[in-house]
């Protein structure tokens, strides 16, 4: 299928039914005495079975065969550059600021699972609480190779490249601007429509991400449900050596089959991959003085066991106004008990106009401060208020509650900027005793 034939259905949280050829989809029931096309039914269940209706996910597949005929004797192989939490190197020191310029490209051949690199770990995958954040380097497609995660479901960022996800329920390309979040459990290949390819991926290993509760703000704005996009039916049915990758607690291990164990032709439910172009993102903002708190610009959010406070929030920032009057319009200074990773797909971010380049990441564990550099600061304090549009910018955020560790590849390998804390040195000392504005 090329590429411009894709097709995809839209809404956040659906229950979709789609298939692949005609009268694959049973009507009226989910698991009748033999299927048409002689398909075997199998439920994949995202959530527990007594989950509350209006958390509970399942998808009911269509396929050719069975999923116990996509598994045999598992191996156990070393994905060096792949960590799980929890990862606590005692070599390695996790407090401070950090910032990183972008990973660079090896020359290697490197596929969706080989290529990827984490940056932190947060919670512990073995009670599915936390999250990890890698950055992943991709050149090489997939060849009769899959791959599914037993411990999280993946939310994937786009900085460079353009990338297809195939699915057992459907065919993902993905491109910057674009996100994507393949759920726990879900078997895929990924190919490189455009190479090299890199992004950021953030795996979450506690509750799915959902769209954030608007409160006072309403229906409409912020990720409004219609531009998200999930993919329509599509099978193969290859006989060909393959393999299946597993990542569980951590571990990674493998098995050989003889088949593409993309066999769904139909299938209904709401547990699916999906899509969302982030330059639908609507922000909301201050019109008339002072700053809201970041969170106005949540796209999802993965709830813990405490309200309000997330495992984890992706938050975006991208082109916006800023009309605020006698304000500080940049992000404050700030300490936290959410700890912060962000990364920019493009352009500058203006609280860093230097040093945070595209395909860069920064980290702010909880309650170290951070905010404006000296430029910064002084360009916002002293500027003409007059209405500002912020134009090609895009950063983003993944925020949790839990403290980010990180790797030795992080602290050793990746290209750390070892004077990024200097980057406030230069703020100075403006009070006098004198009243009045300095």
């Known amino acids: 299928m090329a590429a411009n034939e894709l097709q995809y259905m839209p809404g956040f949280g659906n229950d979709f039914e789609t298939e692949a050829l005609p009268g694959a989809l049973p009507q009226g029931m989910n698991s ?130 353009k990338l297809r996800f195939c699915t057992e329920l459907g065919l993902i390309d993905l491109e910057p601007k674009e996100i994507a979040v393949i759920p726990r459990g879900l078997i895929y290949r990924v190919e490189v429509l455009e190479g090299p390819a890199r992004g950021f991926v953030c795996e979450n290993y506690g509750q799915k991400f959902e769209l954030p509760g608007r409160g006072p703000i309403g229906a409409n704005c912020m990720a409004n449900r219609r531009d998200f996009k999930t993919p329509v039916a599509w099978y193969e049915d290859r006989e060909v050596p393959s393999t299946v990758t597993v990542k569980w607690c951590g571990q990674f291990h493998t098995c050989d089959i003889g088949h593409s164990p993309l066999d769904v032709v139909a299938w209904h439910g709401n547990y699916a991959p999906v899509k969302y172009d982030l330059r639908t993102y609507c922000p909301v903002g201050a019109i008339l003085f002072d700053h809201p708190d970041p969170s106005i610009f949540t796209v999802l959010t993965a709830p813990s066991g405490v309200p309000g406070t997330a495992n984890i929030d992706f938050v975006l920032f991208r082109e916006r106004w800023m009309v605020a009057e006698n304000t500080f319009r940049p992000p404050w200074y700030h300490r936290n008990i959410m700890s912060e990773l962000m990364g920019n797909i493009y352009g500058q971010y203006d609280a860093k106009p230097q040093g945070f380049v595209p395909g860069g990441m920064s980290l702010h564990n909880m309650m170290l401060p951070h905010g404006p550099d000296r430029d910064a600061f002084e360009h916002a304090s002293n500027m003409e208020l007059k209405p500002q549009k912020l134009n090609e910018t895009m950063s983003f955020m993944f925020e949790t509650r839990f403290p980010q560790h990180l790797t030795r590849f992080a602290a050793k390998e990746a290209p750390l900027q070892d004077d990024y804390v200097d980057c406030w040195g230069g703020l100075e000392k403006k009070f006098d005793g004198t009243p009045g504005v300095k």
Not at 40 to 64: M, V
Not at 93 to 113: K, N
Request: proline share 7%.
């Open 32 to 161: 009748p005495q033999k299927c048409n096309y002689g398909l075997y039914g199998e439920q994949l269940s995202g959530t527990a079975f007594t989950a509350p209706s209006h958390q509970n996910e399942r998808t009911w597949c269509y396929r050719i065969r069975p999923s116990v005929k996509h598994t045999g004797r598992f191996r156990k192989i070393d994905m060096p550059y792949w960590k799980s939490a929890p990862h606590i190197d005692p070599d390695v020191v996790s407090l401070g600021q950090y910032r990183w310029d972008p990973v660079p490209h090896t020359g290697e051949d490197l596929t969706w699972i080989t290529g990827m690199r984490t940056m932190t770990t947060a919670g512990d995958v073995n009670t599915q609480v936390g999250m990890a954040s890698h950055v992943y380097l991709v050149t090489k497609s997939m060849q009769d190779a899959y791959f599914f995660s037993a411990d999280s479901e993946l939310l994937v960022v786009p900085q460079e490249g």
